[in-house]
């Protein structure tokens, strides 16, 4: 029996948790977990704080729980290196991963907000069109992407080439102008119906999402969208050659 101290060391499910994830992370991917009965026998606790603590391993992507087969452990999460910045595409192309995209629909007259239908294109009644995307290795879907931008523009992308190229460069190319800089603000937040679905996972579940514009040299707004990562599946990495305060700042 695997001794837990119920006395000072914490809640007894997250001392379970903690050993629970020492297990998972030494056993073989793809192999299946102890029982609950088995767990709750072992640690010397009830099924409730088992379910509890295999809840909190679950959520870092540890292992996950299917009905009819239990409790199985995931491989390791893939990364996603967002300093330096580099495109999804390139990033998993470097570490090896052979990254696929399904277009799921190009809405050529989407509605959206006066300010950013001005912004994107311009004064006039042109319009807006949005991209959704699904990123998947492996026929696993990781990430899902929305990108509005200039209708106009985006008659001129071949859009069989957003699988294998960054999508921000094939709207720079059509714009014929670089992107100067890309404002992007990084939250995490319960998944839509919309996300759930095309990530094959619950509704709510917690997802990171970043929202992003792009704007061009001149200061023009190329385009607006949004990623949404499966927090289960992917890490992030940010990697800075140099100190990580600025120069000049009050102690």
Known sequence: MVHIDGRGNGPIYLQVAGSLEALARSLTPNVLFPTEEQLAQSYGVSRPTVRR??????????????QGRGTIV???????HLVPARSIV???????????TRIVAVDWDCPVGE???????????????????????????LVFERHFFSAELGRKIAFDQAASR??????????????????????????????????NIGVGTPVVIQRFQDHL???????????HYR??????????NK?????????
Request: net charge neutral.
């Open 53 to 66: 603590a295999l809840s909190i391993i679950e959520a870092k992507g540890l292992v996950r729980r299917e």
């Open 74 to 80: 995931c491989p390791p999460k893939f990364i996603r």
């Open 90 to 100: 390139a990033d998993f192309r470097e570490q090896g991963h052979r990254l696929d």
């Open 115 to 141: 300010k950013l239908r001005r912004n994107l294109a311009g004064r006039g009644q042109r319009r807006v069109a949005c991209a959704t995307l699904v990123r998947s290795v492996a026929a696993e879907a």
């Open 166 to 199: 960054s999508f921000s460069k094939l709207l720079a190319e059509q714009a014929g102008a670089p992107i100067s800089h890309s404002d992007t603000v990084t939250e995490i937040e319960p998944c839509s119906v919309e996300v759930a679905q095309n990530l």
């Open 217 to 227: 040299d001149g200061g023009n707004l190329l385009q607006a969208g949004e990623m």
């Open 231 to 240: 927090t289960d599946r992917i890490r992030f990495s940010i990697v800075q």
């Open 243 to 251: 100190p990580p305060y600025a120069d000049g700042e009050a102690d």
